[in-house]
Nanobody, 116 residues
């Protein structure tokens, strides 16, 4: 079965950096686009970044463009989210996601908290 396990969250000060990881199993990792979403308290889950399966093209939400970088290591079945210049508004639970046969799969999430 599909499993996604996020790690790397934590508490960081304004302007700091964190690197999130998401390890996938139960599917052919290299064949799927990978996404990072986040959900802040009281808000809807929002798409943060996407990386395609073959070309590795990336796309970002305007709110994180220039600060976050998504990457993948298909040999390790892992997708990363490097987050720099963090702001308090980046505080959220971050989830990785794949869409397979029109079904969304999610990890358990990792909490990121940015203090001002």
């Amino acid at each position: 079965q599909v499993q996604l396990v996020e790690s790397g969250g934590g508490l960081v000060q304004f302007g700091g950096s964190l690197r999130l990881s998401c390890a996938g199993s139960g599917f052919t990792f290299s064949s799927y686009a990978m996404r990072w979403y986040r959900q802040a308290p009281g808000k809807e889950r929002e798409l943060v970044a996407t990386i395609t399966s073959i070309s590795g093209s990336t796309n970002y939400a305007d709110s994180v463009k220039g600060r976050f970088t998504i990457s993948r290591d298909n040999a390790k079945n892992t997708v990363y989210l490097q987050m720099n210049s963090l702001k308090p508004e980046d505080t959220a639970v971050y989830y990785c996601n794949i869409r397979r046969l029109s079904v969304n799969y999610w990890g358990q999430g990792t909490q990121v908290a940015v203090s001002s």
